[in-house]
């Protein structure tokens, strides 16, 4: 293996992390290339993330991250029916615009300060439902994602029923997306972590399921309240039948233990004709709505409402 550093100012340090960035790139296949070279474009990326990571407190403080919702809609009745919605950050930054998530999110992850991005958007998320229950009387659960770091913390289950408490919401209103990762990561601590916020009430959805490695064992006595089918398995179904039987397997998975599936990524009306078929119970995807704001989620509260008249 070759590698080659560009930047002759760099100190060692420096340059044992870009060696590092630059084989990270280089494929384990063997008939894949071994050089790397750390070029301009790594470094500009090296650079974007530095300025992201080094914006965050100003970013806390200026509430420059916002949360958006997408909806979610259970299909098991002829009509599709709103029935909760994930709530997704978004960093407005003042130089780069509309940062997606996935730019920043590793990144926090990596250096430890998840926890606070994390803990911001439930705040946010619990104090918007305690408005939207103000103003229509009546509101949606919504799904908040907790990352893997936040199970090794040891106030979560306190910091969520605080929060909850604060918004005089209940913890049945408070779904929390888990990834499968999570779960095989450290499957004693993930099971201990999800009984404890059950028991609180909290309802527990296994997020980007199929991604992870979870065995069939494993998943029998895991405690959760529903999966939520990673987005890779939707994208083909309706071109490809052995993606159809993956999901359709996944399905019958979901019925042996009882949960609900939720699939999300779902954007044409092929997709969700064939998971409706399937037996698929919710929904969440640009075929019905992207991620919107408060406001127009609140309107479709308020539609969804009138319509149950
Ligand atoms: P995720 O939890 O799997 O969230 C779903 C992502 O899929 C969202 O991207 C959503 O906008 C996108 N999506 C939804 N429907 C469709 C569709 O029909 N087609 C396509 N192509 N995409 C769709 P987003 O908002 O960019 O979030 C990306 C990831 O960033 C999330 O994946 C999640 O892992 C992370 N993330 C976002 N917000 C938060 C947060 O508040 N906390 C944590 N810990 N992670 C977050
Ligand atoms: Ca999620
Ligand atoms: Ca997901």
């Known amino acids: ?18 060696a590092t ?3 990270n790139t ?31 407190d100003k970013a806390l403080e200026e509430h420059q991250f916002m ?5 979610k809609y259970d ?22 615009g509309f940062v997606r998530p996935d730019s920043f999110m590793p990144l926090f992850e990596e250096n430890g300060r998840i926890k606070e991005l994390d803990r911001y958007v439930w705040r946010e998320a619990a104090k918007q439902l305690k408005r939207w229950k103000d103003l229509y009387g009546t509101a949606v659960p919504i799904s908040v994602n907790v990352s893997r770091v936040d199970i090794y913390d040891p106030d979560l289950v306190d ?10 919401i209940s913890a049945s209103e408070l779904h929390l997306e888990i990834t499968e990762t999570a779960y095989t990561d450290s499957v004693t601590q993930i099971k201990g972590v999800v009984e404890g916020l059950r028991n609180e ?17 494993m998943l029998t006595s895991l405690p959760i309240d529903a999966l939520k089918l990673d987005m890779a398995f939707i994208t083909d179904i309706a071109e490809n039948n052995k993606e159809m039987s993956m999901v359709e397997f996944v399905l ?5 233990l009882g949960v609900p599936v939720i699939a999300e990524g779902v954007e044409s009306a092929s997709q969700y004709l064939l998971l409706k078929k399937a037996g698929c119970d919710i929904i969440q995807g640009y075929y019905f709505s992207k991620p919107v704001s408060a406001t127009e989620f609140g309107h479709l509260i308020e539609k969804s409402r009138m319509a149950a008249r």
């Open 26 to 56: 280089i494929s384990k296949n063997i008939h894949s290339p071994h050089i790397a070279v750390y070029d301009n474009q790594m470094h500009e990326k090296e650079l974007y993330e530095a300025r992201l990571l080094g914006d965050m």
């Open 201 to 217: 009430g909290f309802m527990v959805e296994m997020d980007d399921f199929g991604k992870g490695y979870s065995s069939l064992n």
């Open 21 to 23: 960035a630059a084989s």
């Open 159 to 168: 910091y969520l029923k605080q929060i909850i408490a604060e918004n005089n």
């Open 75 to 96: 299909i098991t009745t002829d009509t599709p029916r709103l029935c909760s919605a994930e709530v997704l950050i978004r960093w407005k930054h003042p130089e780069f």
């Open 1 to 18: 293996m070759c590698i080659r550093i560009f930047y002759r100012s760099a100190n060692l340090e420096q340059r044992f992390d870009r």
């Open 252 to 256: 019958e998975i979901a019925r042996f």
């Open 67 to 71: 949360v958006v919702f997408q909806p």
